[in-house]
């Protein structure tokens, strides 16, 4: 159980492009989602935190007028990047909390990387 | 905001039991420990969490001493699929979205060797 899908893996599109990644919880209701980026070698940074039905709530740093974070339903949230340059390739995951082996941990997804050209 | 300190890398060859330690100083009455597991090109995976003494479950061990400011996760007879970057993480372990107190260090690569 627990599982958290995300799509799709991999995108390469050209700069000036928009990107949509989706992120769905399969076995559970995910009222919050948390998008992270990963550059090669580097930790998970957090971008934000998506709350179904409301609005999301971005970290200092990160643009939300370019991340576009929309959480319509409880069980997926979505992370659009508008108008994608270069410098946003990344590798970009999102995680949702849940019981798992008796334990309240993040679950994540497979990750999507995202080449921007 | 609870930070935690491991060892960049470590090397270790097949069947051999490995021992990542991390430490967190600061950490909160509330937090839990928790390991994830990092493979290239995917997301991290849950190791395992505690809060005080000893865990195990079907991969993994999990050592917390009394005064809780360290842990150590063992892994018993590492094999080459093991080879990964391991995360500690410090925090409190419930459903009120705040994931600012997840604080995610480099990790540790491992690196098994046959």
């Known amino acids: 159980g627990a599982v958290v899908s995300q799509h799709p893996s991999w995108v390469i599109c050209k700069s000036g492009t928009s990107v949509k990644i989706e992120c769905r919880s399969l076995?559970?209701?995910?009222?919050?989602m948390f998008w992270y980026r990963q550059f090669p070698k580097q930790s998970l940074m957090l971008m934000a935190t998506?709350?179904?039905?409301?609005?999301?709530?971005?970290e200092q740093g990160v643009e939300k007028d370019k991340f576009l974070i929309n959480h319509a339903s409880l069980t997926l949230s979505t992370l659009t990047v508008t108008s994608a340059h270069p410098e946003d390739s990344s590798f970009y995951i999102c995680?949702?909390?849940?019981?798992?082996?008796?334990?309240?941990?993040?679950?994540f997804g497979a990750g999507s990387r995202l080449t921007v050209l | 905001l609870a930070k935690t300190t491991q060892p960049i890398s470590m090397d270790s060859y097949e069947g051999q039991e490995v021992n990542i330690t991390c430490s967190h100083n600061n950490i909160a009455t509330n937090d839990y420990i928790t390991w994830y597991q990092q493979f290239p090109s995917q997301g991290p995976r849950f190791i395992i969490q505690g809060y005080k003494t000893k865990v195990t479950n079907e991969v993994a061990s999990l050592f917390i001493p009394a005064d809780r400011k360290s842990s150590t996760l063992s892994l018993p007879r590492v094999s080459l699929s093991d080879t990964a970057v391991y995360y500690c993480l410090v925090g409190p372990s419930n459903n009120a979205g705040n994931n600012r107190k997840l604080i995610w260090g480099l990790g540790t690569s491992l690196a098994v060797n046959p």
């Open positions: 995680s949702a909390r849940a019981y798992f082996s008796g334990a309240n941990v993040l679950t």
């Open positions: 076995d559970f209701q995910a009222t919050t």
């Open positions: 998506s709350n179904e039905g409301s609005k999301a709530t971005y």
